[in-house]
Structure formats: structure tokens, C-alpha cells
T-cell receptor, first 118, second 112 residues
């Protein structure tokens, strides 16, 4: 099946530093990738939609200068949390639409990245 | 109008029982309704999905029932097992894009 990986799986950083999270589609090309954040016992909240080679579309309330998204290739998207603060601590999950023409709009999710900002 | 309402928030079922989770939506443009299963510390995994042209879809122990007029859909897990204990999310998307709108989630516990 379609596999999406994320790296790192967990990261701990000091307040004020920047953290980069990678999302890769391993066996398919993803024209569109999505970034979500999830707080404990809550649902997934879409942060942004990224298309290869173009600027990401951010959801209302998401600071695009704080959460930098780059979708440089059909298999890689990165999320950089700039000047991270403790309130940015969360579970970040990416997903990707497969280009294999399977189930309509089927999204495949990565395993998530646990970010803890001290 | 973009919301998807999910209930119950939590559910406890005995092994072998039927787990039922319900979702309701307002946006009539939604035309794809997937259910995801998520274990703690993991990303969601697609369980089963349905489109409005059918009223029911079954895959193994999992069944989606869809009521277009009521704008509701539900997940039934037959013969529930302790390994089914997880959080389940319903979602919906429109034909014009692939953006998923998620329900609030249901934490299912299946007791042995």
C-alpha cells in the first residue's frame, strides 16, 4: 500500500529554536500533502495544504511565518516550526494524496511527530 | 457548515459486542466519508470509506451505514475485540478538493 513516513518521530527542543519535520511518500508520488496538529484527546486540526512547487495554503488562524512549509518534490514536504515555544508542543501529522487513482480523495497518513518544547 | 459532529465521545463495549459510532454533517457538497482508526502515538489509518451513491458498505467486521437525507453516517464494528480499542474519527470531503473535515473522535474501549 501507500506508505508515508515522518522524521523525526519525536523531538525535544528549547524554546526559541526552530525544528524541521520531514514528510515523505515512500512508494508513490504525492501532488498534495497536508499538515495537521493534534493535541491530546482532540481531533486532527488541518494546518495547511501544500502542493508540489507552489506555496502552501494555510488554514485560518495558522501563522504562515511561524509554520514554514516547503513541498519541493513529489515525495517530500517539510514543516519548520520557527522560534518554537511551549504552546507549540503537539503531535504533528502529515498526510498525502496518492496519485495511484485509488479511492477518491484517499489520504495516507504518516506516523506523526511528537514535538516537545521546553 | 464545514463541521462534522461525532458521537459518542467515548464508548465501552464488551468483547463480542457491536460498537456503533455516529456522525452528522451539514455541508451537502460532501461526497466522500472515510473512517479512520488511531492508536495512541500513531497516525490515523483508513478503515473504510463510503460515497453517497450507496447506503451501506461492509468490509470484514466494519460496516458504514449512510443516510443521505438525514445527513448522517455511522460505523458499526461487529464482534468487537480488545484489539479494536482505539480512537475512531469520521471525516468528510467535497468533490472540489481533497481537504478532510474530521469529527471530534470517539475513544473505544473493548473489555475482554
Amino acid at each position: 500500500g501507500a506508505v508515508v513516513s515522518q522524521h523525526p518521530s519525536r523531538v525535544i527542543c528549547k524554546s526559541g529554536t526552530s525544528v524541521k519535520i520531514e514528510c515523505r511518500s515512500l512508494d508513490f508520488q504525492a501532488t498534495t500533502m497536508f499538515w495537521y496538529r493534534q493535541f491530546p484527546k482532540q481531533s486532527l486540526m488541518l494546518m495547511a495544504t501544500s502542493n508540489e512547487g507552489s506555496k502552501a495554503t494555510y488554514e485560518q488562524g495558522v501563522e504562515k511565518d511561524k509554520f514554514l512549509i516547503n513541498h519541493a518534490s513529489l515525495t517530500l514536504s517539510t514543516l519548520t516550526v520557527t522560534s518554537a515555544h511551549p504552546e507549540d508542543s503537539s503531535f504533528y501529522i502529515c498526510s498525502a494524496n496518492s496519485d495511484r487513482g485509488g479511492a477518491y480523495n484517499e489520504q495516507f497518513f504518516g506516523p506523526g511527530t511528537r514535538l516537545t518544547v521546553l | 457548515q464545514q463541521q462534522v459532529k461525532q458521537s459518542p465521545q467515548s464508548l465501552i463495549v464488551q468483547k463480542g459486542g457491536i460498537s456503533i459510532i455516529n456522525c452528522a454533517y451539514e455541508n451537502t457538497a460532501f461526497d466522500y466519508f472515510p473512517w479512520y482508526q488511531q492508536f495512541p502515538g500513531k497516525g490515523p489509518a483508513l478503515l473504510i470509506a463510503i460515497r453517497p451513491d450507496v447506503s451501506e458498505k461492509k468490509e470484514g467486521r466494519f460496516t458504514i451505514s449512510f443516510n443521505k437525507s438525514a445527513k448522517q453516517f455511522s460505523l458499526h464494528i461487529m464482534d468487537s475485540q480488545p484489539g479494536d480499542s482505539a480512537t475512531y474519527f469520521c471525516a468528510a470531503s467535497t468533490a472540489s478538493g481533497s481537504r478532510l473535515t474530521f469529527g471530534e473522535g470517539t475513544q473505544l474501549t473493548v473489555n475482554p
